[in-house]
T-cell receptor
Framework: DTGVSQNPRHKITKRGQNVTFRCDPISEHNRLYWYRQTLGQGPEFLTYFQNEAQLEKSRLLSDRFSAERPKGSFSTLEIQRTEQGDSAMYLC?????????????FGPGTRLTVL | AQKVTQAQTEISVVEKEDVTLDCVYETRDTTYYLFWYKQPPSGELVFLIRRNSFDEQNEISGRYSWNFQKSTSSFNFTITASQVVDSAVYFCALSGKDSNYQLIWGAGTKLIIKP
């Protein structure tokens, strides 16, 4: 059983461009979370899915951000019209969703640099 | 509201020394969950332990041990005979009904083990 995977691992883009990240959760994990982490800080919650349903979104998730999880498998996070303030590590985590106390297992993250 | 405080921003010790990372939390929940994660320079968050609030038994895993003290709202992490590979940022996190079971993160403690 492989862990959570994320692609790409690194992304450098120019301000104003759109970027899309992908997360593949642990097989059969039905909950998937997205976080953002800036240097020297802990992760900040962005959104999460239960299967294909997006159940909660943080106020950090502006209109330029959109996340999907078609068919309840992998998920994508898109940022439109990127800004320099979007530069961060974007982390994905998954849980089995068997109970609210489940442990979140994280992927390696995608490091975004906006020039 | 829930809150996690890791007062130690950075700790530096020489290899083979023991080191304790402090974590103090605040919550109104009677049932809650505490976590420790390790984040090495590669960036991936690695799950170390989950502790339920109703289980105050301390835990040892190899060189790692955790001391959960409900009376002082603390969940401290000790590394015995530290090694250079232990160098990382360590995060303490809390979840409970009050946060809709989202992880509330501390700011992290950067641990530097010098050879």
């Amino acid at each position: 059983d492989t862990g959570v995977s994320q692609n790409p691992r690194h992304k450098i883009t120019k301000r104003g461009q759109n970027v899309t990240f992908r997360c593949d959760p642990i097989s059969e994990h039905n909950r998937l979370y997205w976080y953002r982490q800036t240097l020297g800080q802990g992760p900040e919650f962005l959104t999460y899915f239960q299967n294909e349903a997006q159940l909660e979104k943080s106020r950090l998730l502006s209109d330029r951000f959109s996340a999907e999880r078609p068919k309840g498998s992998f998920s994508t996070l898109e940022i439109q019209r990127t800004e320099q303030g979007d530069s961060a590590m974007y982390l994905c985590a998954s849980t089995s969703g068997q109970g609210t106390r489940d442990t979140q297992y994280f992927g390696p993250g995608t490091r975004l640099t906006v020039l | 509201a829930q809150k996690v405080t890791q007062a130690q921003t950075e700790i530096s010790v020489v290899e083979k020394e023991d080191v304790t990372l402090d974590c103090v939390y605040e919550t109104r929940d009677t049932t809650y969950y505490l976590f420790w994660y390790k984040q090495p320079p590669s960036g991936e968050l690695v799950f170390l332990i989950r502790r339920n609030s109703f289980d105050e038994q301390n835990e040892i895993s190899g060189r790692y041990s955790w001391n959960f003290q409900k009376s002082t709202s603390s969940f401290n992490f000790t590394i015995t005979a530290s090694q250079v590979v232990d160098s990382a940022v360590y995060f303490c996190a809390l979840s409970g009904k009050d946060s809709n079971y989202q992880l509330i993160w501390g700011a992290g403690t950067k641990l530097i083990i010098k050879p």
